[in-house]
């Protein structure tokens, strides 16, 4: 008797691409041509474009995430083929993150393993096993740091050679690309690259790996299964990833943030003092908005407008919090706008109506009209307080510099220019001006939807150390 041979028809997926949009498709049939037969296809309802897959590769079955572009209108200090580098570093160097796969030409997108665990330490229920997970955290961290720079060298960083180059490492590249990008006075971002630069701590002189957009990791039970997303990554101070951690707390608490860089401390033998995390908090904040800021200006079609405010002007109001905190400048926050409505109510009101009421249908779908909402929202807040806005905004310019503009193009000109030529001595006063135009432009982000929510939120305090 003889074994039998089944021939086997090869899998054919469930998903049929037709019903697909055409940004998906793209995605959908790299991995058909490239991976395999694509068994799970889904798009992330989120602000960034991404999507989990699962394909037959070979016999078997392959759960995969594709990391999506954040959009045209968007640069980062570190593109997709870089972030893809780092990947294949940390894998060489034993550091747990999803192994790359495959890239993605149209739309640019790294096909990554997906490793298993979840994001969010606070989920945790055992308090005991929650510090466990934070503290194996910070120690791969901490392991990270001490890779050679050598490792990353197919990763193209310019390598630091001085406490400048160190402690600006990320922030310089990030303030480049807001010159080239922003296309007009905007005289708070000037102001955060100048302060950056006149109190560098000359003392940092040792570089590492560092991914600032720090806290981002994925855990199982008790242990860390892999450290994700890399984009803002750079030869850097240490400190300056341990002072990140401040605004993903914001997000997905951490607990004591002291705590955990007085275990780094524990680890490392380095000495980390609340005033080096205020200077990077203030850095890493700022790299946000130097990036986010012009999309206020000029956005791409897929970018959810509302989003992209909310993380400047939320990270950029963190970015002053902090260096008020590094310069021990006390902050008083203006009084609440009063509604002054232009134009009739309830034109906008049906606007918000008439979005909210759009169909459906998928979660991506949903999410895009969600944005459309909340920019709708958005748009009634200007139309009811903005006026009070821009008058309170001229009131501050006035008190500044001791004149009186038209408009508000010309007031940013004339505080734009007036920044450009300020010494340390007025660091005090732009600080708590900036700090109540921030507050004035987080009050009209207010009540624009669920998923805005980050104008809600302050960064942990550091306390002395």
Not at 406 to 418: G, I, R, S
């Amino acid at each position: 008797m003889t074994d039998a041979i089944i021939d086997t028809p090869p899998p054919v997926s469930a998903i049929d691409p037709a019903n697909l949009d055409p940004f998906d498709r793209k995605v959908f049939d790299w991995l058909t041509q490239n991976m395999g037969v694509v068994t799970g296809f889904v798009r992330h309802p989120r602000w960034r474009p991404g999507w989990d897959a699962q394909v037959i590769r070979d016999g078997v079955v392959t759960p995969l995430y594709i990391r999506g572009p954040r959009g045209d209108s968007y640069v980062s200090p570190v593109d997709m083929i870089q972030e893809g580098e780092i990947h294949r570093a940390f894998e060489a160097n034993a550091i747990p993150a999803p192994r790359l796969l495959g890239v993605i030409d149209d739309p640019l997108s790294l096909v990554l393993e997906h490793i298993p665990g979840r994001i969010n330490s606070a989920t945790i229920a055992d308090e005991d096993v929650r510090r466990q997970v934070r503290e194996a955290y910070i120690a791969l961290i901490a392991r990270l740091h001490q890779v050679p720079l050598a490792a990353f060298a197919k990763v193209g960083l310019p390598v630091p050679t001085s406490a400048q180059d160190i402690a600006l490492a990320l922030y310089q590249p990030a303030i480049d690309i807001f010159h080239k990008t922003i296309g007009r006075p905007f005289p708070l971002m000037r102001f955060i690259a100048d302060w950056l630069h006149r109190n560098v701590p000359r003392d940092r002189t040792k570089a590492a790996f560092i991914n600032p957009d720090a806290g981002q990791f994925l855990f199982e039970d008790d242990r860390v299964t892999g450290l994700i997303d890399f984009e803002v990554s750079s030869f850097g101070d240490p400190a300056a990833e341990l002072a990140g951690l401040r605004i993903r707390d914001t997000a997905e608490p951490l607990g004591d943030i002291s705590a955990l860089i007085d275990h780094y401390e524990r680890l490392t033998g380095d000495r980390i003092s609340k005033r080096l995390i205020e200077y990077h908090t203030a850095g890493f904040c700022g790299v946000n908005g130097f990036l986010l800021w012009p999309l206020a200006f000029q956005s791409s079609p897929e970018q959810d407008y509302v989003a992209y405010m909310q993380f400047a002007v939320s990270a950029t109001r963190f970015s002053i919090s902090a260096i008020a905190a590094h310069d021990g400048v006390a902050l008083t926050d203006p009084d609440l706008p009063v509604p002054r409505q232009i134009g009739f109510d309830e034109a906008a009101r049906k606007l918000v109506a008439q979005v909210e009421a759009l169909p459906g249908g998928s979660a991506a779908a949903d999410y895009q009209r969600d944005s459309a909402a909340a920019l709708a929202r958005y748009l009634r807040r200007w139309a009811t307080y903005g006026a009070q806005v821009a008058a309170a905004d001229m009131d501050d310019v006035e008190a500044l510099l001791g004149q009186r503009f038209d408009d508000d193009d010309a007031a940013m000109a004339a505080l734009d220019a007036f920044v450009a030529q300020a010494g340390p001595e007025m660091d005090a006063a732009l600080t708590r001006h900036f700090h109540r135009w921030l507050k004035r432009q987080n009050f009209l982000l207010r009540d624009c939807g669920d998923n805005y929510r980050y104008i809600d939120f302050d960064l942990q305090p550091i306390p002395p150390r």
